[in-house]
C-alpha cells in the first residue's frame, strides 16, 4: 500500500469498500488490510493505452529535437 499512501486518502477508500469499488481487500476485525498483489491486480486493470488517433497525432508532431 505504500505506493498509494500520499494517492489515495483512508477516506477515499472507504468510500470505494462501500460501493464495492477500489481493490480487493481484506477485514480482521476493525483492520483493513490490503493485499500487494491485490493492488497490483486492481492498479493494472485501471492502466489506459494510448488510442489508435492519439498515436497517430503523436507521430505526426516533430519532434522536441527539430529533427
Known sequence: MAR????LTAGTLRNWRS???GPAF???GKAVLYA???L???E?????R????????????PS????
Open 44 to 48: 493494472a486493470q485501471r492502466r489506459s
Open 4 to 7: 498509494y499512501r500520499n494517492a
Open 26 to 28: 481484506t477485514r480482521i
Open 19 to 21: 460501493k464495492g469499488q
Open 36 to 38: 500487494r498483489a491485490d
Open 64 to 67: 522536441p529535437s527539430g529533427s
Open 40 to 42: 497490483e491486480d486492481w
Open 50 to 61: 494510448p488510442s489508435q488517433q492519439a498515436c497517430e497525432l503523436s507521430e505526426s508532431e
